[in-house]
């Protein structure tokens, strides 16, 4: 499978606190997307990070790449209840996409 | 644009009845992918166009399942015939040409075969 793996797959904060999440993937990459979904709902993408970047920040996102080891992490600070929802990774191999597991994400108020 | 469409946004059907899923991409996007999501197995690539030629269809599961892109603005995805265990929320999503460039996915087909 070319599906990328997230850590934890649970998480549970409560507002305010940061968030991280972790990917792991197989193969080479283009870029690597995160993206998020809310309950009943499509994904949104989030940030977009390109193989030669390390780290980029879109608000409260930071996200990081490590190509050498096949590994981001997504980073959300202050968290919010209205974060809650599952954050999945995507690799981008030049045309299609392959999602990670996801992490399911609980703010609590 | 409204975004990616998709219907039915629900779907119920017998066991062994045809399915016929719906998708109308963002206008101008060269890529359409069908992906669908469960719990055991997460989001699975079916299968992805690239103006309106199928890519790579490696992810369909069965000789059951088959999708097709008449032209740039509809796809559709058929199950025929349909088995329990393929009850699950289908995702249709779109992409512009670029090498980096989202996708944007419509709100699903949840299908329950019974």
């Known amino acids: 499978s070319q599906q990328g793996e997230e850590d934890p797959q649970a998480l549970s904060i409560q507002e305010g606190e940061n968030a991280t999440m972790n990917c792991s993937y197989k193969?080479?990459?283009?870029?690597l997307q995160w993206y998020r979904q809310n309950s009943g709902r499509g994904l949104v993408h989030l940030i977009l990070?390109?193989?030669?970047?390390r780290e980029k920040h879109s608000g409260r996102l930071r996200v990081t790449l490590d190509t050498s080891k096949k590994s981001s992490s997504l980073l959300i600070t202050a968290s919010r209840a209205a974060d809650t929802a599952s954050y999945f990774c995507?690799?981008?191999?030049?045309?299609?996409?392959?999602f990670g597991t996801g992490t399911s994400l609980t703010v609590i108020p | 644009d409204a975004g990616v469409i998709q219907s039915p946004r629900h779907e119920v059907t017998e066991m062994g009845q045809e399915v016929t899923l719906r998708c109308k991409p963002i206008?101008?996007?060269?890529?359409l992918f069908w992906y669908r999501q469960t719990m055991m197995r997460g989001l699975e690539l079916l299968i992805y166009?690239?103006?309106?030629?199928?890519?790579?269809d490696s992810g369909m599961p069965e000789d059951r399942f088959s999708a097709k892109m008449p032209n740039a603005s509809f796809s559709t995805l058929k199950i025929q015939p349909s088995e329990p265990r393929d009850s699950a929320v289908y995702f249709c999503?779109?992409?512009?040409?670029?090498?980096?460039?989202?996708?944007?996915f419509g709100q699903g087909t949840r299908l329950t075969v019974v």
């Open positions: 999503a779109s992409r512009d040409q670029g090498a980096y460039t989202e996708a944007f």
């Open positions: 193969t080479s990459i283009n870029n």
């Open positions: 990070i390109r193989s030669n970047e």
């Open positions: 995507a690799t981008d191999g030049g045309n299609q996409f392959y």
């Open positions: 206008s101008g996007h060269d890529y």
């Open positions: 166009f690239n103006n309106n030629v199928p890519i790579d």
